[in-house]
């Protein structure tokens, strides 16, 4: 069965930094994308950035380039959210994914969330 726990959210101030983690369980390896998402209340969830595994291939989406980097341990089967000059409109819950490609249609594991609030 497998599974993904994100941990590493919490309440930061405008500018500040946060380091999200997806622990995925459940297989040796797994071929394909994993990526964070995010949402807000009442809104569609948003893809903020994405990497297949095993490459240094990465997508991150304009409203967090430069802020937010990707990056993964294979060999743990991690995947890392470095966040950095944190705006209130970051604020959201921000889920950890995999899938067989990176298109939100294609992400059927999702991890419970982890919560991140800027003020």
């Known amino acids: 069965h497998v599974q993904l726990v994100e941990s590493g959210g919490g309440s930061v101030r405008a500018g500040g930094s946060l380091r999200l983690s997806c622990a995925a369980s459940g297989w040796t390896y797994i071929s394909g994308c994993m990526a964070w998402f995010r949402q807000i209340p009442g809104k569609a969830r948003e893809a903020v950035a994405q990497i297949y595994t095993g490459s240094t291939l990465s997508y991150t989406d304009d409203s967090v380039k430069g802020r937010f980097t990707i990056s993964q341990d294979t060999s743990k089967n991690n995947l890392y959210l470095e966040m950095s000059g944190l705006d209130v409109s970051d604020t959201a819950v921000y889920y950890c994914?995999?899938?067989?490609?990176?298109?939100?249609?294609?992400?059927?594991?999702w991890g419970q969330g982890t919560q991140v609030t800027v003020s």
């Open positions: 994914g995999a899938g067989r490609y990176c298109s939100l249609s294609y992400i059927t594991i």
